[in-house]
């Protein structure tokens, strides 16, 4: 790479002198009497360093004319090293104009070797700024891609799914706190992303923790970060989930599931907008827009004392609640569809199809797990088929479908089935399935005790 530098000057002996001086270490020399060219110039050529003279005009000393092209030439080009020539009576002037960009000064007469010094000064920082800016723009695309995602949400034609994405399109533009909640397996962290991708944050980040997978002694250090030593196995420092999603999107999942005492420290987080990394007392501004979900039914949970209200207050300023599949019959032919083009294509069985007969058996069921359940069952069912339609015996439910003849079942065995089908439903939170049931938690507990369970 030819290192290039442009003089700017009217002086023409100024120019000779400095041209033979720059050439001893520069491989491209260009000069120049006329600032009015310089952007034509740039144009033409791949120049690093811009030495410029403050003033061109005769009898006018105000440096001026100076600081305007440089401004001009970063407009062109940022990352352009400017360096800016003046004589001793306008220190003052050189200072302004590093003050608003310029890499360093040289004053007249100038030191051959202080010279080229400068310029290979200005040199490094202009290879740094190119590396920055090249970082920055890969930085930039790598957001793109994970925010890409490799799933998508499928909208769908039921009333209740219309009628969340409605919600979704309203409240994407703001900064509003968002809890979403749904049952496992709903796609609740796919409407959290489509709120991102919605969002004017949607150039940055959307960092994604699941709070059920946290330990206590990790919360801190996962959400907050912690410095080098701070703990045994903390070699180095080392950011949070918060600093990570700064400027972007945080979706807290299942976090109904954290203890009263990471309660308080979320809390505390969120009043405040900085984060505190273990083992150091530095403050660090965060700027996130927070999206919260959970399976469980955090109200409830308030009330039996598991769940601290004024954070529930904090994280719910947008409530969006993910209906169950079994809710939404109308989109199970369109999701299924959708499952059915992008695994094919996935596992070499482009063009692979659904019978009326199979789309009825898939409608026709119950679905404890949502749309994740219909996914890999259609998922399945392509993997295992060697036929390019799909039948109705290609899809095995372990789970009974939705009209089960209960006429020839026991109280007992529809008691049973009712407290086994809420305890799935609610991933065994006594709490929510005895308010479902209706009855109190020791109810249910004597009941399970009965059957069982």
């Not at 020539?85 to 202080?114: C, H, N, Q």
């Not at 996962?222 to 600093?243: C, I, M, P, Q, S």
């Not at 947008?318 to 094919?344: H, T």
């Not at 797990?369 to 060697?386: C, T, W």
Request: aromatic share 6%.
């Amino acid at each position: 790479m030819k290192r290039t530098v442009l003089i700017v000057d009217d002086n023409r002996d100024v120019l000779k002198a400095l041209e033979k001086i720059v050439k001893k270490e520069f491989e491209v020399v260009l000069t120049l009497t006329n600032p009015n060219r310089i952007v034509e110039i740039l144009g033409s050529n791949d120049i690093d360093i811009v030495m410029i003279d403050m003033n061109f005009r005769s009898g006018v000393h105000n440096g001026n004319e100076g600081l305007f092209w440089m401004k001009e030439i970063f407009k062109y080009d940022k990352n352009i090293s400017v360096v800016i020539v003046t004589d001793t009576s306008d220190i003052e002037l050189a200072v302004r104009a590093i003050r608003d960009g310029a890499a360093d000064y040289i004053l007249k007469p100038w030191d051959d070797s202080k010279l080229l010094a400068t310029l290979n000064v200005a040199w490094q920082l202009r290879v740094s700024r190119l590396e920055a800016s090249s970082l920055q723009s890969d930085n930039q695309q790598l957001k793109k891609e994970i925010n890409r995602g490799g799933e998508k949400i499928v909208l769908g034609a039921s009333p209740t799914m219309i009628n969340v994405m409605n919600i979704v399109k309203k409240v994407a533009s703001t900064d509003a706190n968002i809890l979403i909640t749904g049952e496992n397996g709903t796609g609740k962290e796919l409407v959290a992303r489509e709120i991102h991708n919605l969002s004017k944050r949607t150039g940055e980040l959307m960092v994604s923790v699941d709070m059920g997978s946290l330990t206590e002694s990790l919360f801190e250090s996962e959400l907050f970060g912690h410095v080098k030593g701070a703990f045994t196995d903390a070699r180095d420092d080392r950011k949070g989930k918060f600093e990570s999603a700064h400027k972007g999107t945080l979706f807290l999942d299942e976090i109904g599931n954290l203890s009263l005492q990471s309660q308080a420290k979320l809390l505390s987080v969120l009043q405040s907008r900085y984060v505190v990394r273990v083992g150091s007392n530095r403050q660090i501004p965060v700027d996130i827009r927070l999206i919260c979900a959970t399976n469980r039914n955090l109200m409830q949970m308030v009330q039996d004392g598991e769940f601290r209200e004024d954070l529930l207050y904090r994280i719910n300023t947008i409530l969006i609640e993910v209906p169950p599949l079994r809710d939404r019959v109308d989109d199970i032919p369109i999701l299924a569809n959708y499952f059915l083009k992008v695994l094919g294509e996935r596992y070499g069985k482009e063009g692979i199809k659904l019978t009326t007969n199979t789309l009825e058996k898939l409608a026709n069921h119950e679905w404890p797990g949502n749309v994740r359940e219909l996914q890999h069952a259609v998922e399945k069912a392509v993997i295992m088929s060697d036929s390019p339609v799909l039948k109705s015996s290609d899809f095995v439910f372990s789970s009974a479908p939705k009209h089960t003849n209960t006429s020839e079942m026991t109280l007992d065995e529809m008691e049973k089935k009712m407290i086994l089908e809420n305890l799935k439903r609610y991933s065994s939170n006594m709490s929510q399935v005895a308010v479902k049931l209706g009855i109190t938690r020791q109810t249910l507990y004597n009941k399970m005790r009965k059957y069982g369970i």
